[in-house]
């Protein structure tokens, strides 16, 4: 007994004839009827009843009957559930975000699904990229968007697939002794230099000696408006606030990837949140009035 024959049951029972049920299902009178003397053989017992009147059920046929109509519920049910997941309209969804994505494509991957995908789940986690890997070597993790010079993937069960680039920047308050002007990198140094624990490695090589190190974002922002630090960050993270030092013998461009492990099969959901992360990317990259600060 399969599905096709609860089908053909309940079919035959609601519509009470065989050349009925069989125009119903799209198959021939000769077919359904073979198909329901198969079953019958199959469990020793007669389910309809043929006379003059059509096709009645025996109490048998009955109650397989109201067995079959739960089951097409459920089977129809779970149809519904994997379509939605395969149209990404469902699921859940658990990533990890290192500090520098975390700031400047979070909120944009969030809000981007939010908005299109009310019924995906979503789960974050934002951490150091070790912490993170090792959560999606374990499992608990679809994804991890980070730094590409922060993973050797050569060495890790993990595939990378491209987010876009970031160019980092000194960024500083509006009013800053620096801003509005050309400055070297000795400039910087002579304020406090203040960034989170994951800058790139083509910043490393500058030796500044950061007076603060932290993973906060929000906290590096409010500490940059209100004193005269120079924040090594994400050029996109300048606002009406905070502007982009002119620096030329300063700056570099981070690569952000998403690793996920080798051989695993993203959702569609998943999917949607890393093309979330790369337009939120490309719209922070073009927004009007990035670039150094000029003289007025």
């Known amino acids: 007994m399969d599905i096709r024959h609860l089908r053909q049951v309940v079919a035959l029972h609601d519509s009470g004839s065989f050349a009925a049920a069989a125009h119903q299902l799209g198959i021939t009178q000769s077919a359904l009827t073979r198909s329901l003397q198969q079953l019958e053989g199959q469990l020793k017992v007669r389910l309809f009843d043929r006379g003059r009147n059509g096709a009645v059920a025996t109490e048998a046929g009955a109650d397989l009957v109201r067995e079959a109509r739960e089951i097409l519920l459920h089977v129809e049910e779970a149809r519904r559930k994997v379509a939605r997941r395969a149209r990404g309209e469902a699921g859940v969804v658990r990533f990890g975000c290192g500090p520098l994505p975390a700031g400047v494509v979070l909120a944009g991957i969030l809000s981007q699904v939010l908005a299109t995908r009310p019924s995906v789940e979503l789960v974050v986690r934002v951490d150091g990229a070790e912490p993170l890997l090792g959560e999606l070597d374990e499992g608990r993790l679809d994804f991890v968007l980070m730094v590409r010079g922060r993973i050797d993937a050569d060495n890790r069960d993990v595939s990378l697939t491209p987010i876009g680039p970031v160019r980092i920047a000194a960024l500083a308050r509006v009013g800053h002794p620096l801003a509005g ?116």
């Open 181 to 296: 002007r050309r400055c070297s990198s000795a400039d910087l140094a002579a304020y406090p230099v203040i960034g989170g624990t994951l800058l790139p490695a083509e910043h490393e090589r500058t030796r500044f000696v950061h007076q603060l190190v932290c993973d906060d974002y929000c906290a590096l922002r409010a500490v940059t408006k209100a004193t005269d630090a120079v924040w090594l960050a994400a050029d996109c993270l300048a606002d009406a606030d905070l502007v982009e030092l002119d620096c030329p013998d300063f700056g570099g461009e981070a690569q952000l990837v998403a690793a996920a492990k080798s051989g695993r099969t993203l959702s569609a959901a998943a999917l949607a949140a890393l093309a979330a992360a790369r337009s939120t990317l490309a719209q922070v990259r073009r927004r009007p009035g990035a670039g150094p600060a000029s003289q007025e």
